[in-house]
């Protein structure tokens, strides 16, 4: 069975990405279970150049096909921010989800609402030669002022889904799969990931 590295550390994404290519016929690996401790700094513009960064890492140090992710929350009251910097938002030194959704609303304070938003992703799958594909997804919706739902990760507590009402941590993983932001990109380079699986 062919195998992929998903290139992440983070057990929420590493949760969703399982259940996203579930069908496929893959081993999907972490880098734990390779024993790779890489540290990948982005220092992309994008987060298409910042998931590249991540995927070629981890493929030229495993030799495995890597997928990586980078995602964000764009809030149109920030001018766009956190945007790429989504992770690392909360200036406290080791800062928590909470932390980071903590200090979102601090920034909001005052600000008009409507909070419009749109949480962004985009997928590399990087094969061990270097070679890169990519997708992306796009959720729409907008920032609740209070924390709502106990599942999902990040920022999912605060954004509430446009057409839907809820946060994306009112959601169960299913129905979060069929509407994320990863979601969608991941459904953009399934194509890619089925033409690896038949070769």
């Avoid at 994404?13 to 996203?20: I, N, V």
């Avoid at 290519?21 to 279970?33: C, G, H, K, R």
């Avoid at 999912?156 to 299913?174: K, N, P, Q, S």
Wanted: with cysteine.
């Amino acid at each position: 069975m062919p195998k992929l590295l998903l290139a992440t550390t983070n057990p929420g994404k590493l949760e969703e990405l399982r259940a996203l290519l579930s069908d496929l016929a893959v081993e999907l690996l972490t880098p734990i279970q390779l024993g790779l401790d890489l540290t990948v700094e982005e220092t992309g513009k994008t987060y298409a150049e910042n998931a590249a960064l991540k995927a070629r890492a981890y493929a030229a140090a495993s030799g495995l096909p890597a997928l990586a992710d980078d995602s964000g929350l764009e809030v149109d009251a920030l001018g766009g921010a956190p945007g790429l910097q989504s992770a690392r938002f909360s200036p406290l030194p080791g800062a928590t989800d909470a932390d980071r959704r903590a200090h979102l609303l601090r920034a909001l304070a005052g600000k008009l609402q409507l909070w419009t938003a749109v949480f962004r992703s985009t997928i590399c799958l990087s094969l061990p030669n270097g070679e890169a594909y990519f997708a992306t997804g796009e959720c729409r919706g907008q920032i609740s002022p209070t924390e709502r739902g106990t599942g999902g990760f990040g920022y999912d507590r605060l954004f509430v889904i446009e057409g839907l009402g809820r946060t994306m941590a009112e959601l169960g993983m299913t129905e979060k799969n069929s509407l994320s932001h990863r979601a969608k990109a991941v459904t953009g380079i399934r194509r890619i990931l089925k033409t690896l699986v038949d070769s």
